[in-house]
Every structure is written in C-alpha cells, then in structure tokens.
C-alpha cells in the first residue's frame, strides 16, 4: 500500500514567492522519519531537509522549512523566496523504525518557478 | 569527500547481453542502496545492503544481482534484461540506518535495453 502521498503533480510559483508542497503519510510506527528531496533534471537526488516524529519543532534548513502536522500526518515542504533554481522534482520520503533501511518515496511534486 | 560516484552514466545493452553497473563512496557509510526509477516516477528501492550483507531485496528478478565486495563497492549485475528494465538505475548510501540518516545519492545510470 502507498504510505507516502503527494497530491500535487504539478505546481507553479512565481519567482520569488513561497510555495508549499504537500506530503502525507500512513504509518502505525510511532516512530519514523520524513525527508524531502529535490531531484533537478540532471538526475542526482539532493537531500532538503528531515523532520522525526519526536521532533517538537518544525525543522528548517535555509529557505526550506518543514510544517509537521503529526496528528494530521502531514509534512508539508515549504520553499521561501523561490529561486528559479529551485525547478525541479520534489520528492517526500519515509523511513519506519520496524525497517530502518527502507526508505520510501512518494510520487513527487514537479515544481515550476516563473521568472 | 561527499560524493556517491556511479559509472558508467549511460549504457546501452542488447537483451542477451551481460553487463554490470558500479557505485563507488568513499564516506565511511555502512548502507548501500540500489533503486529503480521510471521516467517521471518516483524511485523504487531494489536492493539494501547493511554493513556488507544484504538485508533487503524487494523482489527484484533474478537477472538483477547485487553484489557488495567491500563497504565502499556497491555492484549491480544485469543479464538477459528486458526493455521495459530501461530505467535510470541510482545508487545511495547512508552512514547507517537510524531514522535520522539521509541517503547521499549518484547521479545514477541511464539504462537503455534494446
């Protein structure tokens, strides 16, 4: 079954505008991790930002934040001041404690930032 | 040294063809990782290894072997493929497998099976 989902195939943004991308989860483990990634057109994955399910504050890493909403399952990335670097895939993943080395993807979030 | 190094980028190979792809990490990282993704999906986990052994195998068909010589070699041997395993192929790799470790990725192979 599908644990990670992104709803949003596609999404536009104007260049220097925020933007949010959506990710929910289903998991019975209490204990997890969340990570986004970005993946350019080039290929390579590039690690954003992690978020674990005991963490009490939202995680930041620059112009990325992370709004974790646990009782909603929800871990939306959200990317300040878009750059028009920032087009590319975007892709929420999750690790369960049961399986530390499973990480799963969802079926990401193609971004567009408009110039 | 942060880099995940995967060789060759592209490959191109008949159906009765052997051939092999290979990942390289210098990070001291005791997980390796092998994934499939499909043009405009997202990666699908094949093969983990952990500390050398493999502990995951996701069902992948027998003409996919994964083969970890070392804890910094990663190899993913192809025989008699199909067309439908053309694929971008990423190789990754985590320090270990805590919740809280990111995976450092390649920039993969682009696999054509003709």
């Known amino acids: 079954a599908q644990k990670i989902t992104q709803t949003q195939p596609g999404m536009f943004v104007q260049e220097k505008e925020a933007v949010t991308l959506d990710c929910t989860y289903d998991?019975?483990?209490?204990?997890?991790?969340l990570f986004w990634y970005k993946q350019p057109s080039s290929g390579e994955m590039i690690f954003l930002i992690y978020q674990g399910s005991y963490d009490e504050q939202n995680a930041t890493e620059g112009r990325y934040s992370l709004n974790f909403q646990k009782a909603r399952k929800s871990a939306n990335l959200v990317i300040s001041a878009s750059q028009l670097g920032d087009s590319a895939m975007y892709f929420c993943a999750m690790r369960e404690a049961y399986n530390n080395n499973d990480m799963r993807f969802g079926a990401g979030t193609r971004l567009t930032v408009k110039p | 040294d942060t880099e995940v190094t995967q060789t060759p980028k592209h490959l191109v190979m008949g159906m009765t063809n052997k051939k092999s792809l290979k990942c390289e990490q210098h990070m001291g990282h005791r997980a390796m990782y092998w994934y499939k993704q499909k043009a405009k999906k997202p990666p699908e986990l094949m093969f983990v290894?952990?500390?050398?052994?493999?502990?995951i195998n996701e069902s992948v068909p027998s003409r996919f072997s994964p083969e970890c010589p070392n804890s910094s070699l990663l190899n993913l041997h192809l025989h008699a493929l199909q067309p439908e395993d053309s694929a971008l192929y990423l190789c990754?790799?985590?320090?270990?497998?805590?919740?809280?470790?990111?995976?450092?990725f390649g920039s993969g192979t682009q696999l054509s099976v003709l």
């Open positions: 290894y952990s500390y050398e052994k493999l502990s």
């Open positions: 998991t019975s483990d209490q204990s997890y991790g």
């Open positions: 990754a790799s985590s320090q270990g497998d805590r919740l809280n470790e990111k995976l450092f």
